[in-house]
């Protein structure tokens, strides 16, 4: 009877102790809500931030300060399972997912346990406002300053201009404040279609002459500077203007002498010299014209001839009283009035 109470109790016994060692090996199913026993209790953190369009979950699990490395993290968002993520040797984790609606939202991590660490639980609260305004943004282009640009200046002169005058053209090329030296220039005209070409000095200065045509006058005529670029500079046109007058009289004119009404018509006179005249009589002395030369011997010959017609007046009168016996000849008999024939 001792006996098989004794047998009675040690089966009991071996039963006992394989039902302690299989209920202790079987794994059970982890309750979230609750801690695992036996093991040590960790600490899980989670946070939630909005980056972009996304929500980028984020945390760690550690036990009395030591990270806990590859334990597995369920990760939900208002209760609904979003997915699992895995710690990284340091013992954090991070996962995303898309943006939820406008609102208040909460995020739970869980992690279920094993056989060192019991199971534990976090939770973050977080508040999603979309901006005023979700239409996408055009970006402006970049500014860019335009190019510097060629400026033709240009001064005529005279103006107006006469017919058949020279034209002066003188003027200036500059560039965004810089003068374009040393560049060649056409310049035309429409006046006559006369062309010619000018150079720029190191001002950016030119100056030429154009000789218009003495017929056809239009009241205007135009002036086109052209600079056809190069590669510091871009090409540029301009135009000018210069009113047109008629042709300027000669400088030198022809003189013209009119006759005076009120003085009486002079006699010509033809002075023909002969052969016989002397180079003392007919040549002229001095600054006198010939007609002062013929005056003057005209006076000398009139008077000489006066003169002898008087000196022969006298002879004939003392002839006229001489006595009768005195005709015959001029001599002793002179001076003797009284002496009878």
Known sequence: MSSLRFLRGLALAVAGSALAVGMWTVPREANAGLP????????????????????????????????????????????????????????????????PNPGTHVVTATFSGDKTFAGTQATTQFTYAPPPSTAPTTKAPPTTAPPPTTTISATLSPNPVPAGGVLGVTGTVMSGGIPVDLSGLDITS??????TLGVTDSTGSFSVSLTLPPTGQPPSL???????????FPAAKASFQSAVSAPSPSTAPTPTISADASAPPAASVSIQPSAGATGAAAAPRGDSTPAATF???????????????????????RRHHLLPGERRGFGSDFGHPGRSA
């Open 222 to 232: 135009t002036v086109t500077v052209s600079f056809a670029g190069d590669a510091r």
């Open 190 to 195: 429409d006046f006559g279609n006369l062309h």
């Open 295 to 317: 005056g003057i011997v005209f006076g000398i010959v009139g008077a000489t001839s006066v003169a002898a017609l008087g000196v022969l007046g006298v002879m004939a009168r």
């Open 36 to 99: 695992q026993a036996p093991g040590l209790q960790p600490t899980l953190t989670v946070a939630a931030q909005v980056q972009g369009g996304n929500l980028a979950i984020s945390g760690s699990l550690t036990a009395a300060g030591v990270p806990i490395d590859k334990a597995s993290i369920a990760i939900s968002l208002d209760g609904r399972n979003i997915g699992k993520t895995n710690t990284s040797a340091d013992g954090t984790y991070s996962t995303s997912t898309k943006l």
